[in-house]
Every structure is written in structure tokens, then in C-alpha cells.
């Protein structure tokens, strides 16, 4: 865990504005291969379960990586029809120049989808809602555009429930400075509500707990662990005391739970 990176949460939370989106989408392409990410996407994939014609959207699509995996999938299984990623235009060059065509990329925002109402079948957001300033205004989107009967699958990391080893205290002083890098740090357990309160169905609510790996360590924890430092709301001394303590053999660092919510 002695790795160092960028808090990449910032890029995240303005992509457009940051320096640049290269951050992003390493963080991104790190944790597609997270075998805890695969874990929960494999029930991701079963429940939107598109069929030959169907229109799928990823909301947030990032890089593009999952989306390009479902276009591949759905080639593959001889079941083709469209793919849109939706995502800012900064982010969507990335992916158009990683993925090519075989997905639609639609430059957009999650508060107002430029899709028509009642013209998807399957509908996807995973890793931002977390960012978004009204979280609810994105699911009455995804719920306006889904067909009577689509389904829905979201998916979001619960901050609040990480669990990290070492030194309690220090570790509950790190917690809340990890929180503090996004909109809401208890979004996992708060989708069941959202889809219910924008007229979905909800089918099943699975949690996962993901193990933290190195990369994301390095962005999501380490980093503005460090910047709290630096700025004097951590104690540089504890908290290296900490961070070595981690690195004992044995020690446990910590993991975090996600919570996959599916809705018709």
C-alpha cells in the first residue's frame, strides 16, 4: 500500500474543468480489473439480460470500458443492438479513441438524459451517483427514459461502511477525511429508495464487499489522506505511524461494501 497517486475524486467531480482527464481514465482502467468489480457485474449483466434489437445505456460511462464490454458481449452472443455510453464530451473523446464505434457516444449530463422518454430497454449507472449533486434528479432520468417493463441497475459504493485496519482512532480520523472526497458517502444504501421513489420496481438489492486494491488505495485513500496532512487536519506522525502499520505482515488494510440495486 505504499503506492502514491492523485485524488482522483476531484477530476471526477468537474472532468471538464480538471487539468486532465488522463488520471481518470488510468483510475477507471485500473478498476475494470478488479476481480471484486467483475464479481458484481456478472449480476449487473444477468439482470439487463439485453435481447437481439434492444437499446442498452450506460449513464457515466467514463472511458467507456464497460460499455464497449457489453457491445462486445452482445456481438459475441450473436444478440446485437445499440449501446449508448452517455458521459461528458471529455470523457467521451477518451472513449471514442480507446473503443471506436461499436458504442454510441452521446455527450450528456445524468440530470437531463438526451434521450427521449420511454426509448430504452435496459439502463445502467455504476460509481456516480456518489458524485452528483442531486442524485434523485439522475434516477427520475434513467426512470423516464426506460420502457414500461426495462429494467434498471445501479450501482455505488457505500463510503460510510468502509472498513480500514490499523489503529481504531486513526483510523476513524482517516474515514471521515476519505468521505469527505465525494457528494455522499452513503449513496449504496440509499438506491432502493431512490428507484421506488422514481416508479421502479425494485427486484433486489445485493451488497459486495470489494476489496481496496493498490491503485485505488493509492487515489481514493492515500492521497487525500496526505493532503489532510499538509494542511494540518491530520497528524503527519500518526498517520505515517498508521500507514506502516498497515504494511505489517498479517495487518488488514481495508475494503469497502457496494450495494447493487436492480429495478423493473
Keep these: 500500500m505504499t503506492e502514491r497517486g492523485q485524488d482522483v475524486h476531484r477530476v471526477f467531480h468537474d472532468?471538464?474543468?480538471?487539468a486532465s482527464a488522463r488520471p481518470a481514465v488510468e483510475f477507471l482502467r485500473s478498476v475494470e480489473a478488479a476481480p471484486s468489480v467483475l464479481a458484481y457485474r456478472t449480476q449487473l449483466a444477468e439482470h439487463l439480460a439485453p435481447a437481439a434489437g434492444e437499446t442498452v445505456v450506460d449513464v457515466g460511462c467514463g472511458a467507456g470500458h464497460h460499455a464497449a464490454a457489453i457491445a462486445a458481449a452482445r456481438a459475441a452472443a450473436d444478440a446485437p443492438g445499440p449501446v449508448v455510453g452517455i458521459d461528458r464530451p471529455r470523457m467521451l473523446a477518451e472513449a471514442a479513441a480507446r473503443h471506436g464505434d461499436a458504442v454510441r457516444w452521446l455527450p450528456g449530463a445524468g440530470e437531463a438524459l438526451p434521450l427521449p422518454d420511454d426509448s430504452v430497454d435496459a439502463v445502467y449507472a455504476e460509481r456516480v451517483l456518489m458524485y452528483v449533486d442531486d442524485a434523485a434528479d439522475v434516477v427520475a432520468e434513467i426512470a423516464r427514459v426506460r420502457r414500461a417493463g426495462g429494467r434498471v441497475a445501479l450501482f455505488e459504493l457505500d463510503y460510510a461502511s468502509m472498513v480500514l485496519g490499523g489503529d481504531a482512532k486513526t483510523a476513524e480520523a482517516v474515514l471521515e477525511v476519505v468521505c469527505g472526497t465525494v457528494r455522499c458517502d452513503r449513496m449504496g444504501r440509499t438506491l432502493g429508495r431512490l428507484l421506488t421513489e422514481a416508479g421502479v420496481l425494485v427486484v433486489d438489492q445485493t451488497p459486495y464487499a470489494l476489496a481496496i486494491p493498490p491503485p485505488v488505495w493509492a487515489s481514493a485513500v492515500r492521497a487525500p489522506v496526505e493532503e489532510a496532512v499538509a494542511d494540518g487536519r491530520l497528524d503527519g506522525e500518526r498517520v505515517a505511524d498508521w500507514f506502516a502499520?498497515?504494511?505489517?505482515?498479517?495487518?488488514?488494510?481495508?475494503?469497502?461494501?457496494?450495494?447493487?440495486a436492480c429495478g423493473r
Excluded: F, N
Design 245 to 260: 502499520e498497515l504494511e505489517a505482515p498479517g495487518a488488514y488494510p481495508g475494503s469497502v461494501t457496494g450495494v447493487l
Design 15 to 18: 472532468v471538464e474543468r480538471a
